[in-house]
T-cell receptor
C-alpha cells in the first residue's frame, strides 16, 4: 500500500520568502513522486516529478524538490515566493499502473 | 491547457438520479484515470482504463461505473446519487499506464 502525508494544511509566507511544503511518503516499491498545483476552480497542473533519476528535481515556476529515501521525504521548495504562487499544492505517489495516491493538500498563502 | 477535455463543466441534479460524465484524453494517450475530489475525502483515485480495458480500481462505489470506448474517450456513470456524491470529478490521461498524467479541468457535480 502507498500513502502520502503532507505536513501542514496551510502555509503562509511573505512575498520573497522561502517556500517549503513538506511531503512524506510510504511505498512498498520504489516510488514515483509528484507535486501538483491546483489554482482555484481549475484542474491539477504538474509541477515536477521524481522517477528514480536525479534526487534533486527541478520543475516549473522555479520550484524544486529533493527525494530523500532515508527520510521518505519529497519536500517542495522555492527560494522566493511570488503572489502568483498562492494555490493548493498536492504531493502524490504513483503505484501500480500509475494510479496516483494524493496527500491531503497544502494551501499556500503569499502575503505582500 | 492540458489537452484533456471534460464535459459538462457543471452538473446539478437531484438525489436518486443518474448522470454521465465524459472525458476525452489527449491525442495519443491510451490510459484514462478518474479521480474524485471532495472536502471530506480529498483527492481519491476511482478507476483506470487502458486502451479500452479496465486496468485498476480504487475506492469506487458500486453505484458508479465507467468505460472507455474504441475512440479512447471515457465516461463515468454515477447512479442513485446521494448528497455525499457532490464533488469535483477529474479525468486524467497518460500515454501509457504509469506515465505522467495530464488532468482535465474537472466536472463539478452538485447533488441537491
Amino acid at each position: 500500500a502507498q500513502s502520502v502525508t503532507q505536513l501542514g494544511s496551510h502555509v503562509s509566507v511573505s512575498e520573497g520568502a522561502l517556500v517549503l511544503l513538506r511531503c512524506n511518503y510510504s511505498s512498498s516499491v520504489p516510488p514515483y513522486l509528484f507535486w501538483y498545483v491546483q489554482y482555484p476552480n481549475q484542474g491539477l497542473q504538474l509541477l515536477l516529478k521524481y522517477t528514480s533519476a536525479a534526487t534533486l528535481v527541478k520543475g516549473i515556476n522555479g520550484f524544486e524538490a529533493e527525494f530523500k529515501k532515508s527520510e521518505t521525504s519529497f519536500h517542495l521548495t522555492k527560494p522566493s515566493a511570488h503572489m502568483s504562487d498562492a494555490a493548493e499544492y498536492f504531493c502524490a505517489v504513483s503505484g501500480y499502473y500509475g494510479k496516483l495516491t494524493f496527500g491531503q493538500g497544502t494551501i499556500l498563502t503569499v502575503h505582500p | 491547457d492540458s489537452g484533456v477535455t471534460q464535459t459538462p463543466k457543471h452538473l446539478i441534479t437531484a438525489t436518486g438520479q443518474r448522470v454521465t460524465l465524459r472525458c476525452s484524453p489527449r491525442s495519443g494517450d491510451l490510459s484514462v484515470y478518474w479521480y474524485q475530489q471532495s472536502l471530506d475525502q480529498g483527492l481519491q483515485f476511482l478507476i483506470q482504463y487502458y486502451n479500452g480495458e479496465e486496468r485498476a480500481k480504487g475506492n469506487i462505489l458500486e453505484r458508479f461505473s465507467a468505460q472507455q470506448f474504441p475512440d479512447l474517450h471515457s465516461e463515468l456513470n454515477l447512479s442513485s446519487l446521494e448528497l455525499g456524491d457532490s464533488a469535483l470529478y477529474f479525468c486524467a490521461s497518460s500515454d501509457r499506464g504509469g506515465g505522467e498524467q495530464f488532468f482535465g479541468p474537472g466536472t463539478r457535480l452538485t447533488v441537491l
